[in-house]
T-cell receptor, first 115, second 120 residues
């Protein structure tokens, strides 16, 4: 079975500073993918970034980067130059190739950006 | 591309009534659709997985007779909450998946905007 752990239920960051949201995962499979989603108060799930288990380089998408440490089974999200609009819930999720397309979600981290 | 819609976006109903929520993939054919439930300040919990033309696979603890899922086509899945009660009040989110071999994001799921159900 797969498991995703997000140890930070809530975090504050000052506007324009960088912030790291932690995510660790557990799986015995070798082929898997890791996702980060943002969920603002409206409820929609917004895809941010993806990292495949065989990807050698860390994924980057604009201000988002994923610090992938495979041996430690961690996939932390780094948001650079935080903006007020970044205030939201953030979910780390994993999909395993042999698990029927199912996404396993972590408990989420609420990020609050201070002006 | 890869847009998923849900209808309605919110619904209020009386206890004992049934509510149907539609999930549509607008610009792609979905191999699989998923239904999630999310309670306030909690994560998404998978309720069921459905493939077009076959019976849905429900997660442990989800009553299949209460949450009826119909996946009539590759672009439409419906969730019907039968005889709804206040404890069924929640945020219901669907997602649709398509298999893309050429992309690193295999089995990527595209989420609908969600439906907020309130049962009085």
């Amino acid at each position: 079975a797969q498991k995703i752990t997000q140890t930070q239920p809530g975090m504050f960051v000052q506007e324009k500073e960088a912030v790291t949201l932690d995510c660790t995962y557990d799986t015995s499979d070798q082929s898997y993918g890791l996702f980060w989603y943002k969920q603002p108060s409206s409820g929609e799930m917004i895809f941010l970034i993806y990292q495949g288990s065989y990807d050698e380089q860390n994924a980057t998408e604009g201000r988002y980067s994923l610090n992938f440490q495979k041996a430690r089974k961690s996939a932390n999200l780094v948001i650079s130059a935080s903006q007020l609009g970044d205030s939201a819930m953030y979910f780390c999720a994993m999909i395993v190739d042999n698990a029927g397309n199912m996404l396993t979600f972590g408990g989420g981290t609420r990020l609050m950006v201070k002006p | 591309g890869a847009v998923v819609s849900q209808h309605p976006s919110w619904v209020i109903c009386k206890s004992g009534t049934s509510v149907k929520i539609e999930c549509r993939s607008l610009d792609f054919q979905a191999t699989t659709m998923f239904w999630y439930r999310q309670f306030p300040k909690q994560s998404l919990m998978l309720m069921a997985t459905s493939n077009e033309g076959s019976k849905a696979t429900y997660e442990q603890g989800v009553e299949k007779d209460k949450f009826l899922i119909n996946h009539a086509s590759l672009t439409l899945s419906t969730l019907t909450v039968t005889s709804a009660h206040p404890e069924d009040s929640s945020f219901y989110i669907c997602s649709a998946s398509r298999y893309r071999v050429a992309s690193g994001r295999r089995h990527e799921q595209f989420f609908g905007p969600g439906t907020r159900l309130t049962v009085l």
